[in-house]
């Protein structure tokens, strides 16, 4: 039987699941040895020796670990331990439209809880410089804004602010990567019909309390605030 026999008779080896077992050991090999960010992680040969696997499936592993942020490769020190972009990587598969519809349901209600968590943040750190820019921004908003369930320039422009307000940049970029997934979600027809409720809190009445109340009276107000999103998540 010739090569080409033997070709046609035999499939192909699947090696994705010794590659896929090999990742998961090199992770846990990384944590057992306590190596921090920028410590050098060792050789291929050594790796394959110690895993049992050829320097080829180790080489395919360690380029998954690279995609994904955990090490990249340095002049002199060779591949090291990196702290990875965990939003960044998030992004690339953040897109409504190819979420199932729970998994978009969940992280609209994601967001909800993170708009109401971060009171104290916001107390903490907020400069009379933001309160103006806050000012400013709910400025250009119409009369009636107390009145709209959501309006996605709004919403960006306010709720981004709060976000940077709080100091916490991965709590941003999460808020970024979110916003999408709110409007889908929003004008999707997910959830049930939107509730008009006749009072709650707009942007400015937000402010309001920034500048004069407590975290725990923004909380409330937030939660007001919200209080269509819930409506529709619970009605």
């Known amino acids: 039987m010739d090569a080409i026999e033997l070709k046609e008779n035999f499939k192909e080896v699947d090696t994705s699941s010794l590659v896929d077992k090999v990742e998961a050991n090199l992770v846990t090999l990384l944590q057992q040895r306590k190596l921090k960010v920028g410590d050098p992680i060792p050789k291929e040969l050594e790796l394959a020796n110690t895993l049992g696997v050829s320097r080829t499936v180790i080489r395919e592993a360690m380029l998954r670990l690279r995609v994904m942020g955990l090490i990249e490769s340095r002049k002199k020190k060779g591949a090291v331990i990196t702290s990875p972009d965990l939003f960044g990587n998030m992004s690339k598969s953040m897109n409504p439209h190819i ?27 907020i400069t009379k410089e933001d309160i103006a820019a ?102």
Do not use: C, W
Not at 105 to 124: H, P, S, T
Not at 157 to 182: C, D, R, W
């Open 99 to 125: 979420l199932d519809q729970e998994t978009l349901k969940q992280m609209f209600e994601i967001r909800l809880v993170l708009e109401i968590g971060m009171a104290d943040f916001i107390f903490q750190r």
């Open 134 to 235: 806050l000012r400013e921004i709910v400025s250009h908003e119409p009369p009636a804004t107390q009145h709209h369930l959501f309006n996605i320039e709004h919403e960006i422009a306010f709720h981004g602010k709060l976000y940077e307000i709080t100091g916490n940049e991965n709590m941003k970029k999460f808020q970024s990567m979110l916003l999408p997934v709110f409007d889908y979600v929003h004008h999707s027809g997910l959830l049930k019909k939107p509730i008009s409720h006749k009072k709650f809190v707009s942007h400015k009445g937000l402010v309001d309390i920034i500048e004069n109340g407590s975290p725990e009276l923004f909380r409330n107000a937030m939660r007001n605030h919200l209080e269509n999103h819930f409506a529709r998540l619970f009605e």
